[in-house]
């Protein structure tokens, strides 16, 4: 996340957001050049690593944003936003690893030659549905833990954003990211670093 908003810059930005929940679509054509950058820094990211995933960069961000602008929720914030994009980030690359996953499974039969490459993009896969299914739980044993915890890792906001798009402490933050990482952890088998 960009550091350097001051308050006049990210009222601005709510502003624009809360006008294109209510429909203007000016506000939305004035809103994307102010969060370009940040929610294609946030694509590169989630891609970092992920060879198994066939969405360019660009793909990914318009259909995030397909997402996003065929139901708006009313925004609260910048932070809001942000993490609300990541999410729906989350979103896209895991109904597109599920749908590679499907394909696998059926369609005609053919002779496939199988390489270390197509083992190892299949492994990606299935971790990125493993992950999305441990995260479903963590959300229905603790709704709140489950959201912390994807505004910390996936949204990237600090503790002290994570707080206000949540309206609660910080030390409230601080013990559900705790909770979390270590219920994660239990459940992969290794402790999660943070």
């Keep these: 996340m960009e550091s350097g908003n001051d308050a006049s810059t990210d009222g601005a930005l709510t502003t624009l957001l809360q006008a294109w929940h209510s429909g203007d679509a000016a506000a939305l054509a004035l809103l994307m050049p102010q969060v370009h950058a940040e929610i294609t820094r946030m694509a590169r990211s989630r891609l970092r690593g992920e060879a198994s995933v066939t969405l360019s960069q660009g793909d990914l961000v318009n259909e995030a944003l397909l997402r996003l602008m065929a139901a708006p929720p009313p925004w609260q914030n910048r932070a809001h936003f942000f993490g609300t994009f ?3 980030l989350r979103s896209v690359l895991v109904d597109h690893a599920r749908a590679r996953a499907a394909q696998r499974r059926g369609g005609a039969w053919r002779a496939v030659t199988m390489t270390l490459s197509d083992l190892g993009e299949e492994s990606m896969v299935a971790e990125l549905l493993t992950l999305d299914a441990l995260l479903k739980q963590l959300e229905a044993l603790d709704p709140r833990a489950g ?22 402490s910080v030390p409230t933050v601080d013990r559900e990211l705790r909770f979390a990482r270590a219920w994660l952890g239990e459940q992969l088998g290794s402790p999660l670093a943070g």
Excluded: K, M
């Design 86 to 88: 990541a999410l729906t």
């Design 147 to 168: 959201q912390v915890i994807q505004l910390s890792c996936f949204v990237g906001l600090s503790r002290g954003e994570i707080a206000t798009v949540l309206d609660v």
